[in-house]
């Protein structure tokens, strides 16, 4: 009720004033009643609820029109203890059909008395008096579908109907509101989980085992044990160098688990602070902390049913690693601040580029966590000890690359190709892939240079290749690879070969037979 600030004026209250104020609080109720409700078909049987108390309805009904908007259909009936008789659903659907088609509210004072409903009588077994009154109103959905709202009131000989139609129209159009609003989230949820489903799809593709890169022995053998740890719920310890594509792996061991279907929660424990791991991985209560405004879940939790993957974690201090043994051992845990033991289903996979049996000497790394960690162990090797698969991997960015930066570069010259295959690779993989990317955007032509190549590379020191050339022979290397490059280009065709270097032919053959060339390349 509100407050007055001033006297109220003697009789400003009448009959009329009452009832309008009664509607206004019946539209209000309507308003929270629909905005509160998280089901659409709950809120409208809580409206239809708010309608029999503010009209004193015995029979009310939504209809809304079916999926391909060709005819209506019950949705919601008052009261929904006891379903509608099968003539009073045909009354209200007739009625309702009317509605939709004249675009107007139908009323009909006297059911009993309507010629279109007179084999629609009120069963002796319906609840409610005999004779009722009708009032159905349109519910403006989108400009082709509409649905109807239909209650049925005592008849009474001195009932003014107006008002009700008016104030049936007010919450025709609330609930018309309501239930786009309805179809709008579950439209979006929908969608959602057709994206969601299709991005799982994605990443199950393209973490087979046929779409990670290398065929050297030592990754067959890192294929062998991810293939064999995949079907399995055991811990798995990945390590290896910075940069050997631990991550990849992790990925490639869940996306063909069991638990595919479930969440992957990575965690780099180096990248967070010490005094936010605790909390991070176990979450925390309200209070806990300065700035803890409300609680909040841990990357266990998170990964519930799922894989949680912890990158470095032999950078974990000695106070998160012995709350990290108990969650592996007792598969439960206290949230930070917290009282309750919580308890997860969730897979661990670890990596690690530290040597942990070093730490262990230390004092740096729990021996008893290790052991928990290391149940099984994938050791990815590093990028120079497996030489036949740089130019696997070279392929494979110089395509990602060049077709991220619209780059129509085809392939990699002999002489590049020797740069890389010599080079020594202390950052592996990630390394192999910046450099390459450079080449690809400095780039110029269709064919990736020495020169294209980071000064990394091309310093002699840096890769171990110190070769001692006079410039004579510097220039002729540089001459042969030219015309190497050519003929391949040209698929050994000296004549195109000549044409691509704006030279001739004689000439072309000359500087063949000079250099030793194999023609026909």
């Keep these: ?65 079916q999926a391909d908007n060709s005819q209506l259909a019950l949705e919601t009936t008052l009261p929904p203890s006891k379903g509608p008789s099968e003539e009073w659903g045909r009354r209200v ?47 403006p959905i989108t400009r082709k579908a509409a649905g109807v709202l239909s209650v049925e009131l005592p008849f009474r000989f ?131 902390f300065t700035g803890a405004q409300g609680s909040k879940k841990g990357r266990f939790e998170m990964a519930e049913g799922g894989t949680l993957f912890l990158d470095e974690i032999g950078d974990l201090s000695p106070a998160t690693q012995v709350k990290l043994l108990r969650a592996l051992q007792e598969r439960e845990f206290e949230r930070l601040g917290g009282t309750t033991s919580i308890k997860v289903n969730v897979r661990l996979i670890a990596a690690t580029n530290r040597n942990l049996e070093e730490a262990i000497a230390h004092g740096l790394f729990r021996e008893d966590l290790y052991y928990r960690l290391n149940v099984l162990s994938i050791f990815l090797p590093p990028l120079r000890e497996r030489k036949p698969d740089i130019m696997s991997l070279a392929d494979h960015f110089l395509e990602k690359y060049a077709r991220e930066h619209s780059k129509d570069i085809k392939r990699i010259s002999t002489s590049a190709i020797d740069m890389l295959m010599s080079y020594h690779w202390p950052g ?14 400095i780039g110029e032509g269709n064919v990736i240079h020495g020169h294209h190549f980071p000064p990394t590379l091309q310093t002699a020191e840096s890769s171990g290749t110190i070769l001692k050339l006079s410039l004579e022979e510097s220039v002729a290397n540089y001459e042969k690879e030219i015309i190497l490059d050519a003929l391949k280009t040209s698929r050994g065709n000296q004549a195109k070969a000549a044409r691509l270097l704006n030279t001739t032919k004689r000439i072309m053959n000359y500087k063949i037979k000079k250099h030793c060339i194999e023609a026909r390349i």
Excluded at 114 to 137: A, F, I
Excluded at 163 to 180: D, E, N, R, T, Y
Aim: with cysteine; hydrophobic share 40%.
């Design 1 to 65: 009720m509100a407050t007055f600030l001033y006297p109220r004026p003697p009789g400003a209250r009448t009959a009329d004033s009452t009832a309008e104020l009664q509607r206004l609080d019946g539209l209000i109720e309507l308003g929270r009643t629909l905005a509160s409700a998280t089901v659409l078909r709950t809120a409208l049987s809580q409206a239809l609820a708010v309608l029999e108390q503010q009209l004193g309805a015995v029979r009310a009904a939504v209809m809304l029109p």
């Design 93 to 139: 659907l007739d009625v309702g059909r009317r509605v939709v088609e004249s675009g107007k509210p139908i009323v009909i004072p006297q059911v009993s008395r309507e010629p279109l409903l007179r084999s629609t009588r009120v069963r002796l077994d319906e609840p409610g008096p005999r004779e009722r009154s009708h009032l159905s109103v349109p519910i």
């Design 158 to 288: 001195d009932r003014e109907y107006e008002p009700s139609v008016k104030f049936l129209a007010i919450a025709a159009a609330m609930i018309g509101q309501a239930i786009k609003f309805h179809r709008l989230v579950e439209g979006e949820k929908q969608r959602l989980l057709e994206e969601n489903i299709h991005l799982r799809v994605e990443l199950q593709h393209k973490y087979e085992f046929s779409n990670i890169i290398g065929t050297s022995g030592p990754m067959r053998g890192v294929y062998e044990k991810v293939a064999q740890v995949a079907k399995t719920n055991t811990t798995v310890l990945i390590r290896g160098e910075s940069g050997t594509g631990k991550e990849l792996i992790a990925h490639a061991i869940h996306y063909n688990s069991l638990r595919a279907k479930k969440p992957l929660v990575k965690v780099s424990c180096a990248a967070l602070p010490e005094t936010l791991v605790e909390s991070e991985l176990f979450g925390y209560e309200k209070g806990a």
């Design 428 to 441: 592996n993989v990630r390394e192999l892939e910046n450099v390459m990317e450079h080449a690809v955007v």
